[in-house]
């Protein structure tokens, strides 16, 4: 058990360009996460997968956000067009079902310039 | 619905005093709660969690929380502050564990020698 890993831990971009993170889940965990913490705040939930359905979206995943989790095990997050506003870390956690503990990745620092 | 309040963005203590780190919760249906610790730079690390057994409940490194319906509280605490506490603390609820986890905004520890 290796725990959750997030690649890249810090991304510096453009305004405008288009990103894209990964997150390897702790394996067999069923259960994905995607979590979005701006400073000063606590994470606020973007959406989740179990395997590779993407079962739930908060309104704060705009059109320009899209997860993937193509195999059911490692997910994608891709910012297109990329905002100011974006800038934040972006943790990935995963659960072995329902009702059981998210574990967190470090997750990745995202800063839009 | 469910939602967090964190009272005191703020706490310092004394090395060897008592930590005591609130939070209080709205929860439509029977809460699951949870404390994570946060360090500079780092995911999120699950301190313990409620999940309607005990109500007082024992976490990792001398934390604990005690669940009070009627107060709808959910506090941590430590006997004795120790310098490596000196981190981000989140309450996070989850209603009945089927919904995603919603945290407060978090409480900054700060340890004084």
């Known amino acids: 058990d290796t725990g959750v890993s997030q690649d890249p831990r810090h991304k510096i971009t453009k305004r405008g360009q288009n990103v894209t993170f990964r997150c390897d889940p702790i394996?067999?965990?069923?259960?994905l996460y995607w979590y979005r913490q701006t400073l000063g705040q606590g994470p606020e939930f973007l959406t989740y997968f179990q395997n590779e359905a993407q079962l739930e979206k908060s309104r704060l995943l705009s059109d320009r956000f899209s997860a993937e989790r193509p195999k059911g095990s490692f997910s994608t997050l891709e910012i297109q067009r990329t905002e100011q506003g974006d800038s934040a870390m972006y943790l990935c956690?995963?659960?072995?079902?329902?009702?059981?503990?998210?574990?967190f990745g470090p997750g990745t620092r995202l800063l839009v310039l | 619905a469910q939602s967090v309040t964190q009272l005191g963005s703020h706490v310092s203590v004394s090395e060897g005093a008592l930590v005591l780190l609130r939070c209080n919760y709205s929860?439509?249906?029977?809460?699951?709660l949870f404390w994570y610790v946060q360090y500079p730079n780092q995911g999120l690390q699950l301190l313990l969690k409620y999940t309607s057994a005990a109500t007082l409940v024992k976490g990792i490194n001398g934390f604990e929380a005690e669940f009070k319906k009627s107060e709808t509280s959910f506090h941590l605490t430590k006997p004795s502050a120790h310098m490596s506490d000196a981190a981000e603390y989140f309450c996070?609820?989850?209603?009945?564990?089927?919904?995603?986890?919603?945290f407060g905004k978090g409480t900054r520890l700060s340890v004084i020698a």
């Open positions: 929860s439509s249906v029977p809460p699951y």
């Open positions: 394996s067999e965990h069923n259960r």
């Open positions: 956690a995963s659960s072995l079902s329902l009702k059981e503990t998210q574990y």
């Open positions: 996070a609820v989850s209603g009945s564990g089927n919904t995603p986890l919603v």
